[in-house]
């Protein structure tokens, strides 16, 4: 049984969800995605937040769910790829729970990466992504408590969350 949150964090594409969802079904933990989370609150999605509202008010809506999420009952927590990058979101993240980073090298990303929902990738995707990339993973491997590749496909990368979870976490 988890006495902590446990975050996925990395960047788009890497996983999270996909990877969060399936070990959460093997290990009987509860599994929330925070974006899907944040879009059921709001009543709109993502993109419509961003053209309405600005990213600002988006980032806004992260923290406050975290804030939140850290009161409810512990389970595996899939956050958005920039969730990590506010300092505040890392001290909530650092002070209520554990940190999983999946790592997912930047070319199978590319290979496999839907842009349609994610405003900060409407223009340039792969260039973008790049940029994302390079600023982001440092700030990532900085905070993961455990950092395990996705090099594979998504199934043998949910087994390996799934063992990581009752192994570490005692799922």
Do not use: C
């Amino acid at each position: 049984m988890l006495n902590r949150q446990i975050f996925l964090i990395g960047m788009p594409g890497s996983g999270k969800s996909t990877v969060g969802q399936r070990a959460a079904r093997e290990t009987g933990v509860p599994f929330l995605d925070l974006d899907n989370w944040i879009e059921a609150r709001a009543g709109i999605s993502i993109p419509e937040i961003f053209e309405k509202y600005g990213e600002a008010a988006f980032r806004k809506a992260e923290t406050n769910a975290l804030v939140w999420l850290t009161r409810e009952r512990p389970g595996l927590i899939s956050l958005g790829g920039g969730t990590a990058m506010n300092p505040v979101n890392r001290k909530i993240l650092r002070n209520h729970g554990s940190v999983i980073l999946i790592d997912r090298p930047l070319e199978l990303i590319l290979e496999s990466l839907r842009t349609e929902n994610r405003p900060l990738l409407q223009e340039n995707p792969a260039e973008k992504m790049q940029e994302l990339y390079e600023v982001r993973m440092p700030v990532y491997r900085q905070l993961a408590d455990v950092t395990f590749r996705n090099d594979g496909d998504f199934a043998a990368a949910a087994s390996l969350l799934a063992r990581v979870l009752r192994e570490r976490y005692h799922a």
